[in-house]
C-alpha cells in the first residue's frame, strides 16, 4: 500500500530491522519502509533517485530561480532605468516624477505590478504573459524553499512549462529593451544588425547554464510574440 508523501520521513521501528544495511534515519530506509510491497513505486522511487534525476532537479531549481530574477531585474530596473534611474547607487539622473506619473500611479506601493503593466501598454509583453508570472513566482519560491519534497517524494516533479514560459517572456522583454537600445543609436556601428542578432550577457550565461544541465533534452526557447 503507498503512503502519502508526507509519511516520508516516519519509519515504523519494526519496519527499520528490514534493512540493516541502511542508516537508520537514511533517504532510501525512510522511503523504501513506507511504500514497501508496492514494487511499480519501489522502481519509480529507484529511478527518482538516480543521481543524474537528482542533478536535472538542483539544475532546474538553480535555472528556474536565474531566470526569475533576470525577469524582476528587467521589468523593475528596466522600467526605472527607462525614466533615469541608475541602479547602481540608487541615483535618478532624470524622470523621476514622470516615472511616478506614468509608471508607479498605475498601481500605487507595488512597483512590480505597475511596472508589468506599462510594459504590457507597451507591447513588451501580453496581458497572458503577465499573468502567468504569478504561477513562475509560486512555483520558483516552493522549488526554493521545499526543494527536498521534488528530490525525494514520487509525487513532486518540477513544471517544466512553467520554465518554458519563463524563459519566453524573458526573452521578449530583452527583445523590447534591445530595440529600445537600437533606436537610441546604442548599435549604430553595427549597419543591418538584426535584434536577434544581439543577445545580453545575462542571456549568454543563462543559455549556457541550460545547455549544462539538460544537455539538449529541454526544447529551445519560445519564439517571441510579435511586436508592433
Avoid: C
Amino acid at each position: 500500500m503507498s503512503a502519502s508523501p508526507n509519511s516520508l520521513a516516519k519509519p515504523s521501528t519494526a519496519s527499520s530491522q528490514r534493512v540493516p544495511d541502511r542508516p537508520q534515519f537514511g533517504v532510501w530506509h525512510a522511503l523504501t519502509v513506507n511504500i514497501e510491497g508496492d514494487d511499480q513505486d519501489l522502481a519509480r522511487l529507484a529511478e527518482k533517485l538516480a543521481p543524474g534525476r537528482i542533478r536535472r532537479v538542483l539544475g532546474f531549481a538553480a535555472l528556474l530561480q536565474m531566470t526569475h530574477e533576470m525577469i524582476k531585474s528587467s521589468v523593475l530596473d528596466g522600467v526605472a532605468g527607462f525614466y533615469g534611474h541608475v541602479r547602481s547607487g540608487d541615483v535618478w539622473m532624470w524622470g523621476k516624477d514622470q516615472y511616478t506619473a506614468e509608471v508607479l500611479s498605475n498601481a500605487p506601493k507595488k512597483p512590480f505590478d505597475a511596472s508589468l503593466i506599462w510594459l504590457v501598454g507597451r507591447g513588451a509583453l501580453t496581458q497572458e504573459q503577465s499573468d502567468r508570472l504569478a504561477a513562475i513566482y509560486t512555483h520558483r519560491h516552493d522549488l526554493t524553499h521545499g526543494l527536498a519534497k521534488y528530490v525525494v517524494y514520487l509525487d513532486y516533479e518540477p513544471d517544466d512549462a512553467i520554465l518554458l514560459d519563463a524563459l519566453g517572456i524573458l526573452r521578449d522583454l530583452s527583445i523590447f529593451w534591445t530595440k529600445i537600445d537600437m533606436e537610441l543609436g546604442t548599435f549604430e556601428d553595427y549597419p543591418g544588425l538584426d535584434v536577434e542578432d544581439i543577445a545580453p550577457l545575462g542571456i549568454v550565461v543563462l543559455e549556457l547554464s541550460i545547455a549544462a544541465v539538460f544537455e539538449g533534452s529541454l526544447p529551445e526557447w519560445p519564439t517571441a510574440h510579435p511586436m508592433d
